[in-house]
């Protein structure tokens, strides 16, 4: 589903990605875990098409990159730790903005599954900017999950929300991956990514330095992770 | 640890439903119509540039001394420098909502051509400058005890208007991914809308003048191409823009 080959990023003199290699199987649930400034912001970023690389090849669901990034955006969600949301609309108004963006053929009944999925339904009517962090977070996954795509992006999603909130959030991501969406996450909290993830990336220093499947690790995920950056 | 881990990716996602390609006047007519749900319940933008275009007409009123017949020859500099700085005010905040607070790239990751997003902001920015004007007309009118709801006059306002947005929306792309783009706009955009200006000022005043047709056709005819170039050269370019 994703094939990423010698990618490299630069901007101007320093190298954030350093011929990367990546590979994804349709359905997976890939945890890409780093320290800060390892480039998991970066390489999410133009794996999300919203970001040109320096060199090498990514193509995701058949589509290369750049030049087939308006065909891939409509198969591909995105979430970051900012919401992307407009406060100064309701939650179904940002979601029925982002149908109109993506032309999605049946909007009011999909913004309704997808209000009902996130836990929003009750609040549809209420402005986001009178929204907690981690109800925004949830609409965020909302406006992701709204053309229904097949790969979705998340980028530190936890970041700033309280415990119920990641919890639910969690649940969410649970739902995402039970319906065999390909899923990449990055994430420096490793007890949030340990029980969703079937397979954990390393980044460090712009390259991927270690993989392992759940089952593979020896020990646990924390001793694997200082092991992959020791090295 | 594994107990609520997904299940593995064995089955094959459900039935995707078909992937339809955004349509390029559906995400225009979708951002114009988000700018102003969104400003119509804030008042932020739009409230901004008429209390500033009003007091710099109000100081203009109070510095400048008018004899009645000198009032058309000034009248075109006052109106068309007050709705550039005012309109500034607006372009510069209208791309500034959508960068911080993330949503410029909501905008970018829609599965359409990015000028999409150029021509949504665009045509918000014309509308908000119109309202401006639409109100300031009458105000200056009853100021300056000048009629200005002349056909000829109106419609230079909307071809400067257009010329100026197109530029202005352009250039804040631009801007707005500097940490200085309340200061950079303006110098960026004044000495590009040079043209439409001079432009719009003869128009007007020829029109506010009553002068021959003839003597106002050319500065009409360099507005539309100003408009012109401008909207295709945005066209062009936006997408390189933005980008990272």
């Known amino acids: 589903m994703i094939r990423v080959r010698k990618l490299v990023k630069r901007f101007g003199l320093k190298t954030v990605l350093r011929g990367l290699d990546f590979d994804v199987q349709q359905g997976e649930f890939v945890a890409v875990l780093g320290p800060n400034g390892a480039g998991k912001t970066t390489f999410l970023r133009i794996l999300a098409s919203l970001s040109r690389p320096s060199l090498g090849e990514v193509v995701i669901a058949g589509c290369r990159l750049p030049a087939q990034a308006v065909a891939l955006r409509a198969r591909l969600g995105v979430v970051t730790h900012q919401p992307l949301l407009y406060g100064d609309l309701t939650a179904e108004e940002n979601l029925r903005f982002f149908a109109r963006l993506y032309s999605l053929p049946d909007p009011g009944e999909r913004i309704e599954a997808v209000l009902e999925q996130i836990g929003l339904a009750p609040r549809r009517r209420d402005l986001v900017r009178t929204f907690s962090r981690g109800m925004q977070q949830r609409l965020a996954i909302g406006r992701a999950i709204l053309h229904d795509p097949e790969v979705i992006l998340f980028d530190e999603p936890h970041t700033g929300l309280d415990q119920n909130a990641c919890d639910m959030l969690d649940q969410v991501l649970r739902d995402v991956a039970a319906r065999g969406r390909t899923v990449v996450m990055t994430s420096h909290d490793l007890s949030r990514v340990e029980p969703l993830a079937t397979r954990f990336d390393v980044l460090d220093r712009g390259l991927i330095c270690a993989s392992a499947a759940p089952r593979d690790l020896r020990g646990n995920l924390l001793d694997f992770y200082r092991e992959a950056l020791a090295k | ?244």
């Open chain 2, 1 to 244: 640890m594994t107990r609520n881990r997904p299940s593995p990716p064995a089955a094959r996602p459900p039935s995707l439903p078909p992937r339809p390609r955004g349509g390029f006047g559906r995400a225009v007519l979708a951002i114009l119509w988000k700018d102003l749900a969104a400003e119509m319940r804030s008042r932020e933008l739009l409230s901004a540039m008429l209390v500033f275009a009003l007091l710099v007409i109000l100081i203009f009123n109070f510095a400048i001394e008018l004899a009645p017949a000198l009032r058309s020859t000034i009248t075109p500099g006052v109106l068309w420098v007050t709705l550039a700085f005012a309109g500034t005010l607006g372009l510069n905040r209208s791309m500034a909502v959508e960068k911080d607070r993330g949503c410029l790239d909501g905008l970018l990751l829609a599965p359409v051509d990015r000028s999409a997003i150029f021509f949504g902001k665009m045509l918000a920015n014309l509308v908000f400058m119109l309202l401006v004007a639409a109100i300031l007309l009458p105000v200056y009118s009853l100021l300056y005890n000048i009629n200005l709801f002349r056909p000829g006059l109106l419609l230079v306002i909307l071809l400067g208007s257009l010329g100026y947005v197109a530029v202005g929306t352009l250039l804040a792309g631009m801007a707005v991914q500097a940490r200085t783009r309340e200061v950079l706009l303006p110098i960026l955009l004044f000495p590009v809308i040079v043209p439409v200006l001079l432009a719009a000022v003869r128009a007007s005043g020829g029109f506010l003048q009553s002068a021959p047709f003839e003597q106002i056709l050319p500065w009409l005819n360099l507005l539309i191409g100003y408009d012109v170039i401008f909207l295709a050269v945005a066209y062009m370019v936006f997408d390189f823009i933005v980008e990272e």
